[in-house]
């Protein structure tokens, strides 16, 4: 990826109780990269430009790769790169733990030297999938949620998980490739965390 910030959004589908109202979302543009409120009694839409933007027939797969994909392969290459994605319900960045009475929230800490920590923060390393996705599904299990109007299981909580791609030649000669990803072996250091 060339670019330091692309920003790309997804149109959900209407929920079925917003079917029939005259407010929706059109993407427009040479490139699919503009988005166009339009209303029935309204003549002046607004329009907002982004990177790309999915129509609601975009699934998972073609925004992995699309946007998701170059990223993973900058990644094992030695390439620094960030995600941040959200939703329109549970993506309220100031709707924390930190609103949920009894919960004191994100603890920060500074020692003396001055280096910042977060208590119960912890790194694992993994090397296949299987262990990835487990790890991702035990966090997933201690997130907050509660009902809202928008959903029954709105996220109260936002969650960290950051992979940090490793790789070390093999001493052994074996050169086979871990999961295809590299002719080097693959360690992945993974911190999660639920806010």
Not at 14 to 29: I, M, Y
Not at 73 to 82: F, K, P, Q, S, V
Not at 113 to 127: A, T
Not at 139 to 159: A, E, I, K, L
Request: net charge negative; hydrophobic share 35%.
């Amino acid at each position: 990826m060339s670019d330091n910030i692309k920003v790309v959004v997804r149109v959900r589908p209407p929920l079925a109780r917003e079917e029939g109202e005259t407010l929706h979302w059109k993407v427009t543009g040479e490139d699919s990269n503009s988005l166009m409120q339009v209303t029935a009694h309204d003549k002046n839409a607004a329009t907002f430009s982004f990177d790309k933007v999915f129509d609601q027939t975009a699934d998972n797969e073609k925004i992995f790769t699309e946007v998701m994909q170059p990223i993973v392969e900058g990644a094992l290459n030695g390439i620094n790169g960030t995600v941040f994605a959200y939703g329109q319900t549970s993506s309220d960045l100031l709707v924390g733990r930190s609103n949920i009475p009894g919960n004191k929230g994100l603890v920060v800490r500074e020692d003396t030297s001055g280096n910042i920590h977060v208590p119960d923060l912890r790194e694992e390393c993994v090397n296949n999938q299987d262990k990835l996705l487990s790890m991702m599904h035990r966090g997933d299990r201690n997130r907050q949620v509660g009902c809202t109007n928008m959903n029954d299981r709105s996220s109260r909580s936002h969650t960290i998980f950051r992979i940090i791609v490793e790789s070390q030649t093999a001493i052994d000669g074996d050169n086979s490739l871990e999961a295809g990803l590299s002719e080097d072996d693959v360690a992945v250091t993974v911190s999660h965390l639920n806010l």
